[in-house]
């Protein structure tokens, strides 16, 4: 198993610009999440999702939009970059609750610099 | 929302030392979770508590779920070289889908 990949591992983004993160995971995990993580800020929670085709507000979801087509599959989507966006994103994925569980499994994270 | 203070923020020891760090809540937790994260890399999953008082272990690591359910701590004894990185708390409190992380404990270890 690949657990948890990220897509793409670096990219440069002129102010403006849109892109898409693309995460997937071949766990069969039914939740899947965004995070950004800045010096000193730790991880906070862009966007989540529960399940295929439901996704949900975190901490931080102001001009980041996520979609969950598919199951493995969880998209970050930046419509218009801006250079508060420079961050790294994590995507992690975890069960639903089952005797307790909530452990999150992360990528290995995509370095994102907006100019 | 929730929030975790963890700390120490950083740490630098000499090897063969032992380390403890610890994450405090003002709400409950049900859940509390260790994670490491070497430079460059994503978190990766050390220690996982689910009952207060719980005291877990993974090699060299130990952590346990404080009785209040308020605090988790991590222990590291003799630690070595490739210890050096951040270790984040997380902690999840009832009806919570989500975890809440705190910012980590930067340790460096001394050859």
Request: aromatic share 12%; glycine share 12%.
């Amino acid at each position: 198993n690949a657990g948890v990949t990220q897509t793409p591992k670096f990219r440069v983004l002129k102010t403006g610009q849109s892109m898409t993160l693309l995460c997937a995971q071949d766990m069969n995990h039914e939740y899947m999440y965004w995070y950004r993580q800045d010096p000193g800020m730790g991880l906070r929670l862009i966007h989540y999702s529960v399940g295929e085709g439901t996704t949900a507000k975190g901490e931080v979801p102001d001009g980041y939009n996520v979609s969950r087509l598919k199951k493995q599959n969880f998209l970050l989507g930046l419509e218009s970059a801006a250079p508060s966006q420079t961050s790294v994103y994590f995507c992690a994925s975890s069960y639903p609750e089952r005797g307790g569980l909530y452990e999150q499994y992360f990528g290995p994270g995509t370095r994102l610099t907006v100019t | 929302g929730q929030q975790l203070n963890q700390s120490p923020q950083s740490m630098f020891i000499q090897e063969g030392e032992d380390v403890s760090m610890n994450c405090t809540s003002s709400s409950i937790f049900n859940t509390w979770l260790w994670y490491k994260q070497d430079p460059g890399e994503g978190p990766v999953l050390l220690i996982a508590l689910y009952k207060a008082g719980e005291l877990t272990s993974n090699g060299r690591l130990t952590a346990q779920f404080g009785i209040t359910r308020k605090d988790s701590f991590l222990n590291i004894s003799a630690s070595i070289p490739s210890d050096v990185g951040i270790y984040f708390c997380a902690g999840r409190g009832s009806g919570y889908s989500t975890l809440t992380f705190g910012k980590g404990t930067m340790l460096l270890v001394s050859p």
